[in-house]
């Protein structure tokens, strides 16, 4: 098995030691806690990125969900991430997550939707999932009424539990069609280390259950405060629910150092069985939350960001000039009213890129090396 790099594995002995010391001193952990070690770690470690020309903090129309929307090129029409941020379904937010959303719309060349969805325990299972449903059939509408233009293409992207509501979201046909005809169209799905299993069956749970950031212990203690009424956490994970006809062709990215990793290897394999395009990236040297200890493993998430834009870039056909300008002339006289959302960002660091192995697997089922 691959070492960690130095600087992820030096880091990690001491927030080992760190959490070994609150325990043994009796501190519990709270939802609070775990809140504010999230933020904390990304505030440390995530590298800023290049400034992004708009940014703006607004709610999805005819919805109370909060979003953050950022536009890298706004005279451009481009293609939009719905983003779903990780946290066990009770951490993370649009603000933690904000130098890993603008990396990611930097690089892909996508304007990101990231979306506030609310939290457990206060918001048990299913309301943030709902939030997330109700974010995607108001896109069109919440972005047709900024001032700025896009282009009707969709890609659901999340991280950890982000992957999970991401993938719910993926596996139901009739909200999938339902956005079709409000002229946006789902086309790619992208899981980030992702949870899909609440039951927590796959090996790497107990492989990797200790000492690699994300434990499986806090994993069960994340859905025991999301399932609060019973629920059939097997029903409700993705991993085992049916995949429908109209399911968007999907990246995987999993590491070798976190206790979800063969959920993500379990999915991508059912979908190559049900002749769903898939590709799976492996860092085979990397934890849970890698992209948020950016400073740590630099390469590693510069490669990974590079991946998943080279994944969404299109394919065979340019984006029609006429189409930009005709919806930049429709939504001009909005761009005149609607100057507010401005945001300031932090210069970026410059980031070495890795060469690291991965692996495709193809909709025909095989597996290639890269």
């Given at each position: 098995?691959?070492?960690?790099?130095?600087?992820?594995?030096?880091?990690?002995?001491?927030?080992?030691?760190?959490?070994?010391?609150?325990?043994?001193?009796?501190?519990?952990?709270?939802?609070?806690?775990?809140?504010?070690?999230?933020?904390?770690?990304?505030?440390?470690?995530?590298?800023?990125?290049?400034?992004?020309?708009?940014?703006?903090?607004?709610?999805?129309?005819?919805?109370?969900?909060?979003?953050?929307?950022?536009?890298?090129?706004?005279?451009?029409?481009?293609?939009?991430?719905?983003?779903?941020?990780?946290?066990?379904?009770?951490?993370?937010?649009?603000?933690?997550?904000?130098?890993?959303?603008?990396?990611?719309?930097?690089?892909?060349?996508?304007?990101?939707?990231?979306?506030?969805?609310?939290?457990?325990?206060?918001?048990?299972?299913?309301?943030?999932?709902?939030?997330?449903?109700?974010?995607?059939?108001?896109?069109?509408?919440?972005?047709t009424a900024q001032p700025f233009a896009f282009l009707p293409s969709v890609t659901l992207m999340g991280d950890s539990a982000g992957g999970a509501l991401a993938?719910?979201?993926?596996?139901?046909?009739?909200?999938?069609?339902?956005?079709?005809?409000?002229?946006?169209?789902?086309?790619?799905?992208?899981?980030?280390?992702?949870?899909?299993?609440?039951?927590?069956?796959?090996?790497?749970?107990?492989?990797?259950?200790?000492?690699?950031?994300?434990?499986?212990?806090?994993?069960?203690?994340?859905?025991?405060?999301?399932?609060?009424?019973?629920?059939?956490?097997?029903?409700?994970?993705?991993?085992?629910?049916?995949?429908?006809?109209?399911?968007?062709?999907?990246?995987?990215?999993?590491?070798?150092?976190?206790?979800?990793?063969?959920?993500?290897?379990?999915?991508?394999?059912?979908?190559?069985?049900?002749?769903?395009?898939?590709?799976?990236?492996?860092?085979?040297?990397?934890?849970?939350?890698?992209?948020?200890?950016?400073?740590?493993?630099?390469?590693?998430?510069?490669?990974?960001?590079?991946?998943?834009?080279?994944?969404?870039?299109?394919?065979?056909?340019?984006?029609?000039?006429?189409?930009?300008?005709?919806?930049?002339?429709?939504?001009?006289?909005?761009?005149?009213?609607?100057?507010?959302?401005?945001?300031?960002?932090?210069?970026q660091k410059g980031i070495n890129k890795g060469a690291i192995n991965r692996h495709v697997i193809n909709k025909n089922g095989n597996k290639a090396n890269v």
């Amino acid at each position: 098995m691959p070492a960690l790099p130095l600087a992820l594995q030096t880091w990690l002995a001491q927030f080992n030691l760190t959490v070994a010391q609150s325990l043994a001193m009796g501190v519990v952990p709270t939802p609070a806690l775990a809140r504010l070690g999230l933020q904390t770690i990304t505030q440390q470690f995530a590298m800023p990125s290049p400034s992004i020309d708009t940014v703006i903090d607004t709610l999805l129309l005819h919805t109370s969900v909060p979003c953050r929307i950022y536009h890298p090129e706004p005279q451009r029409a481009l293609p939009v991430i719905l983003f779903f941020h990780g946290g066990g379904h009770m951490c993370g937010s649009s603000q933690v997550y904000d130098p890993i959303c603008q990396r990611i719309a930097t690089t892909s060349q996508h304007i990101v939707v990231s979306v506030d969805y609310r939290l457990a325990p206060e918001h048990p299972y299913p309301l943030g999932l709902n939030d997330c449903m109700a974010s995607l059939t108001a896109l069109h509408d919440t972005l047709t009424a900024q001032p700025f233009a896009f282009l009707p293409s969709v890609t659901l992207m999340g991280d950890s539990a982000g992957g999970a509501l991401a993938t719910t979201l993926a596996q139901q046909s009739h909200l999938l069609n339902n956005v079709a005809q409000r002229g946006m169209t789902v086309e790619h799905l992208v899981l980030i280390y992702p949870s899909l299993d609440y039951t927590l069956s796959s090996p790497s749970i107990t492989q990797l259950q200790q000492g690699y950031l994300l434990e499986s212990s806090k994993v069960l203690w994340y859905f025991d405060h999301y399932f609060q009424r019973g629920e059939d956490r097997q029903q409700a994970s993705p991993l085992f629910r049916p995949l429908n006809a109209n399911h968007p062709s999907t990246m995987i990215i999993t590491a070798g150092f976190d206790p979800l990793r063969d959920e993500g290897r379990r999915y991508a394999d059912r979908l190559t069985q049900h002749h769903i395009a898939c590709e799976h990236l492996h860092m085979e040297d990397m934890i849970h939350a890698y992209l948020n200890l950016d400073a740590l493993a630099p390469d590693a998430c510069e490669h990974t960001y590079q991946a998943i834009a080279a994944y969404l870039a299109p394919k065979g056909h340019e984006i029609e000039p006429e189409a930009e300008q005709a919806q930049a002339q429709a939504q001009a006289m909005k761009a005149e009213r609607d100057t507010e959302g401005k945001a300031e960002v932090k210069p970026q660091k410059g980031i070495n890129k890795g060469a690291i192995n991965r692996h495709v697997i193809n909709k025909n089922g095989n597996k290639a090396n890269v």
